[in-house]
């Protein structure tokens, strides 16, 4: 069974820019959930989605955004990129909603902005 | 703020011995404690979960212990490998409306010596 796909792995980008990275999850997995990576502030919580609606969301600014398809595939877009947005950004997969079921990463997108 | 405090930062265990890494917690309302261990380039993978209804669970050499009067958890390795060598993260999260993900400790880089 293929584990949690993210693409790209690597990503350039300059200040101002947009991104947008996409997350394909473990086959019947319906949630799909993202996080950021970082040295200074480790792994933090970004949103959850769940049948294609947002189930919850971290505190992060509202240039992070996402949405997940019928699929269950989801996609993540920053908008106006800051320096400090540069890391590691994690896809997690699980069968059932909610951070108290069994989560699965993807080996991340490493995003970085120039 | 919700957190989970997590020590050491970095532990050297000899080949064969017991590698033990702690984590407490603040927020009573977490009811799933999950390990995760991260190789680099790798994203987190799933080790170990534990709910509150029980104080020990074992799978294979890693065991979570639970003492939820205290608010902490421990991971413990026996028979310690080179190829444990990783960093591994505590995590927790709950159930309850509002929830937000997994809450995740700062990690800890573990070397294991031949």
């Known amino acids: 069974k293929a584990g949690v796909t993210q693409t790209p792995r690597y990503l350039i980008k300059t200040r101002g820019q947009q991104v947008t990275l996409s997350c394909s999850p473990i086959?019947?997995?319906?949630?799909v959930s993202w996080y950021q990576q970082t040295p200074g502030q480790g792994l933090q919580f970004l949103f959850e989605?769940?049948?294609?609606?947002?189930?919850n969301k971290g505190n992060f600014p509202g240039r992070f955004s996402g949405r997940q398809f019928s699929n269950s595939r989801s996609e993540m877009n920053v908008s106006t990129l800051e320096l400090g947005d540069s890391a590691l950004y994690l896809c997690?997969?699980?069968?059932?909603?909610?951070?108290?079921?069994?989560?699965?990463f993807g080996d991340g997108t490493r995003l970085s902005i120039l | 703020q919700q957190q989970v405090k997590q020590s050491p930062q970095s532990l050297i265990v000899q080949k064969g011995g017991i590698s033990i890494i702690n984590c407490a917690y603040e927020?009573?309302?977490?009811?799933?404690f999950p390990w995760y261990q991260q190789f680099p380039g790798k994203g987190p993978a799933l080790l170990i979960a534990?709910?509150?209804?029980?104080s020990e669970k074992k799978e294979g050499r890693f065991t979570i212990s639970f003492n939820k009067s205290a608010k902490q958890f421990s991971l413990h390795i026996m028979d310690s490998q080179p190829g444990d060598s990783a960093t591994y993260f505590c995590?927790?999260?709950?159930?309850?409306?509002?929830?937000?993900?997994?809450?995740f400790g700062k990690g800890t880089h573990l070397i294991i010596q031949p």
């Open positions: 995590a927790a999260s709950h159930s309850g409306g509002g929830a937000d993900g997994l809450t």
């Open positions: 997690a997969s699980s069968l059932l909603a909610g951070s108290n079921q069994p989560q699965h």
């Open positions: 086959s019947g997995h319906r949630s």
């Open positions: 927020n009573t309302a977490f009811d799933y």
């Open positions: 534990i709910r509150p209804d029980v």
């Open positions: 989605y769940f049948s294609e609606t947002q189930r």
